[in-house]
């Protein structure tokens, strides 16, 4: 249950969730007449915007307009990761893959009146080589901005970065940097790209999740959310008061339907899937540099999918078996396991009115040639992610350990094969004929039913909503 709201005027309500929706905006220094003052007061490079000077799109993107394109950013990250070299980067989108044009970084320091401007080192496509071939005019393809931080300021984080086209342009955008550091870093945490679910309302199946990671050993559960019913809304927010679920709002980049009109996004995501399929990367590498300092591994993965130890119980015994067996996790930029579909109960009845540990059928062999693969990356050694594997590293050498399927398995529970060109007809039928019974969630079933149950009955369902 959300938390009263008792001693809190609707000025303060309005304000905390605005900047939790507008959280790549700094709202508070923008706000800060002191400090806007401050920055605003100098006519030597550039202008520091008022935040009514921001050009919006869409509440998480920021508009700069070049000679050639639109630049629609996103967000702003430190990264001190490559020794005496640190770096702030963007995410951002552009119409073309791999082509964004020159821009301009000014980094704004609380305590200097004057930006320091370097030029952008390069970016690159979020999404490596593999170019989708279509083109919308309000495609934006996501790409990984890179800022060096020059010496005079090497050892300051800046607070603010504005971009422009040429060298001490005036800007109309303006970015935290975000740069999280608590005390310990904790091991792992699960993301879970945009989810639009606003006509289906899956809250049991949803908590049943949810429970097995924390019990397997999430930290933390991070959900990008465009649409979704009143009642899965209930259940972030119970888990968010808990610490142990975070909701980050995402949208669309460019002119299309946002998350106030789930009525008319569904009309794009069947027929212009390569849009969403391609904003997911967005929400995949704000996942890596939001948590840079915070996790030391992150997964991607979606509601239909377990990361399953098969000797241990949870992901910290696994790690530290193969870390005791000459293949420690910290040495690789990722953690695969190879993808197991799940085709429901072996007996056809519910056993435990659980869907996840009731479905107790998979395939016996994993799908051909290692295919959509899914584990762990490690934030201390990648540049640019994709869910199913890494696109690059910082060092430029990415090494990826394969998991045993003696040690652990991807489980994906579905009704059928992913219709891709590599599982044909008759693989998928191979596939569902060559079944074997696979209990290991059963492992968590009195911890994780136990707590369905707490949480089913703690949340206020609305009955219409209930499916």
């Not at 946002?258 to 899937?273: E, G, K």
């Not at 390569?274 to 590498?285: E, G, L, P, V």
């Not at 193969?322 to 695969?336: C, F, R, T, V």
Request: glycine share 4%; aromatic share 14%.
């Amino acid at each position: 249950m959300m938390k009263p709201l008792a001693n809190k005027s609707l000025h303060d309500i309005y304000m905390e969730k605005e900047i939790k929706l507008y959280r790549n905006l700094p709202i508070r220094l923008l706000l800060d007449r002191d400090t806007s003052k401050f920055w605003r007061g100098q006519s030597v490079c550039g202008k520091f915007p008022r935040i009514y000077d921001i050009r919006l799109r869409n509440t998480q993107y920021q508009s700069l307009n070049t000679t050639n394109q639109t630049v629609l950013l996103h967000g702003a990250y430190y990264d001190d990761r490559i020794p005496g070299q640190p770096y702030i980067r963007l995410i951002a989108g552009g119409r073309f893959a791999n082509g964004l044009p020159p821009m301009f970084c000014q980094m704004w320091f609380r305590d200097q009146k004057y930006p320091v401007e370097v030029p952008v080192a390069w970016s690159r496509y979020l999404h490596g080589n593999g170019v989708h071939g279509h083109w919308h005019p309000e495609m934006f393809f996501g790409h990984l901005i890179t800022c060096p931080i020059p010496e005079k300021v090497i050892h300051k984080v800046p607070d603010v970065v504005t971009m422009v086209a040429n060298s001490c342009d005036r800007s109309y955008n303006a970015l935290k940097v975000w740069n999280e550091r608590p005390k310990k870093i904790k091991d792992f945490a699960i993301c879970v790209k945009s989810m639009w679910s606003p006509f289906k309302d899956n809250t049991k199946a949803l908590i049943e999740w949810i429970e097995i990671n924390i019990a397997q050993g999430a930290k933390s559960i991070q959900m990008y959310v465009q649409t979704i019913t009143p009642n899965i809304r209930k259940v972030f927010d119970h888990y968010e008061q808990l610490g142990l679920v975070e909701i980050f709002q995402m949208e669309w980049p460019g002119s299309v339907p946002t998350s106030a009109s789930p009525w008319l996004q569904q009309w794009y995501y069947p027929n212009v899937t390569w849009i969403h399929s391609s904003f997911d990367h967005y929400a995949y590498n704000d996942c890596l540099y939001r948590n840079l300092y915070k996790f030391q591994y992150i997964a991607l993965l979606d509601l239909d999918e377990l990361l399953m130890p098969t000797q241990h119980k949870t992901w910290r015994g696994l790690f530290q078996d193969l870390k005791n067996n000459g293949n420690d996790p910290l040495d690789y930029s990722s953690i695969m396991f190879y993808h197991l579909y799940f085709f429901g109960n072996k007996t056809g009845q519910s056993q435990t009115g659980h869907a996840m540990m009731d479905s107790d059928l998979r395939t016996a062999i994993p799908i051909p040639q290692a295919w959509q693969i899914k584990g762990f990356f490690n934030t201390q050694r990648n540049l640019i992610v994709f869910n199913h594997y890494t696109i690059d590293c910082i060092t430029r050498s990415c090494e990826t350990y394969h998991v045993d399927l003696s040690m652990g398995q991807l489980n994906h529970y579905r009704s059928d094969c992913v219709k891709v060109s590599i599982i044909t007809p008759e693989i998928c039928s191979t596939m569902k004929n060559t079944l074997t019974q696979d209990t290991l969630t059963k492992r968590y079933e009195d911890p994780v039913a136990l707590n369905v149950f707490r949480t089913l009955q703690t949340i206020d369902f609305d009955p219409i909503y209930e499916g």
